[in-house]
């Protein structure tokens, strides 16, 4: 990836783990990113992050219709993209799910992947620079983990497991039929068991990486993109 006019634009899109949430003073794992891919390549950085706190599947396909966002897809290099996490009712999924296998997930996990394929497709047809470069994400876990997870309890441990796997799973074939590059962010955060606490990457609250994970979300974005 070499920029184009002598500047590697990225462009990132999706919820609040990309916006950066409740950590202050952190440097995002987009900005991380566009600015460490850029001095790779030698040229200047140019970094937009339209992500937004609390934004949904739907919200970003709004937001691609906007001409705006068209207008930056034209002119970006390289597009983050993380979403999909705050399209799932957990507290109804535990309830439904807590007893059943990863079928009892699928329906709802299908229907927010599928979304995630317009996205997918949207931002590709936007992206008119030559090599322009999609990195998807999935999620270490699409609600809460560390220790604020657990605290929740089995069930809720158990779900949240099934349906970040499934999500994860989902994306990464999308992402391989769609032409971008799908980056596993579980196994950083969680280890190749899933079983590592991740509680040092997270802000207080569970749910959002600290900025010691925007740096491991930042590595593991710039090991897909080597």
């Given at each position: 990836?070499?920029?184009?006019g002598?500047?590697?634009?990225t462009?990132?899109?999706?919820d609040s783990v990309p ?6 003073n952190?440097?995002t794992?987009?900005?991380?990113v566009?600015?460490?891919m850029?001095?790779h ?5 140019a ?15 709004t937001?691609l219709?906007s001409?705006?966002?068209?207008s ?5 290099d390289l597009?983050?993209?993380t979403i ?6 957990l ?7 807590a007893d059943?296998?990863?079928s009892?997930?699928?329906g709802?996990v299908?229907?927010?992947?599928d979304r995630v394929?317009t ?12 090599g ?6 999935g999620y ?16 809720y441990?158990?779900?949240?497991t099934?349906?970040t ?11 391989n ?7 596993d962010?579980?196994t950083p955060?969680?280890?190749?068991d899933?079983r ?7 802000t207080?609250?569970?749910?959002h990486?600290?900025?010691?994970g925007?740096?491991?979300l930042?590595e593991?974005?710039e090991?897909?993109?080597?």
């Amino acid at each position: 990836m070499t920029g184009h006019g002598g500047t590697l634009t990225t462009l990132g899109l999706g919820d609040s783990v990309p916006q950066g949430g409740p950590c202050t003073n952190c440097t995002t794992f987009v900005e991380r990113v566009g600015t460490d891919m850029a001095r790779h390549a030698g040229v200047k950085a140019a970094v937009r992050n339209e992500s937004v706190s609390g934004y949904k599947t739907a919200d970003v396909l709004t937001q691609l219709e906007s001409t705006s966002a068209q207008s930056l897809l034209k002119t970006s290099d390289l597009a983050i993209v993380t979403i999909g996490a705050n399209d799932f009712d957990l507290d109804a999924l535990v309830s439904q799910c807590a007893d059943s296998e990863e079928s009892c997930v699928a329906g709802d996990v299908n229907d927010v992947t599928d979304r995630v394929r317009t996205i997918l497709e949207r931002i590709k047809a936007g992206m008119t620079t030559p090599g322009a470069t999609i990195a998807v994400t999935g999620y270490w876990n699409v609600g809460l983990d560390g220790k604020v997870g657990r605290d929740m309890g089995a069930d809720y441990v158990k779900v949240s497991t099934m349906v970040t796997e499934a999500f994860n799973a989902n994306v990464k074939k999308i992402a391989n039929d769609v032409g971008a590059v799908y980056v596993d962010v579980r196994t950083p955060f969680k280890g190749a068991d899933g079983r590592r606490d991740d509680t040092a990457l997270l802000t207080d609250d569970g749910d959002h990486p600290s900025d010691e994970g925007h740096k491991v979300l930042a590595e593991a974005v710039e090991a897909q993109l080597s």
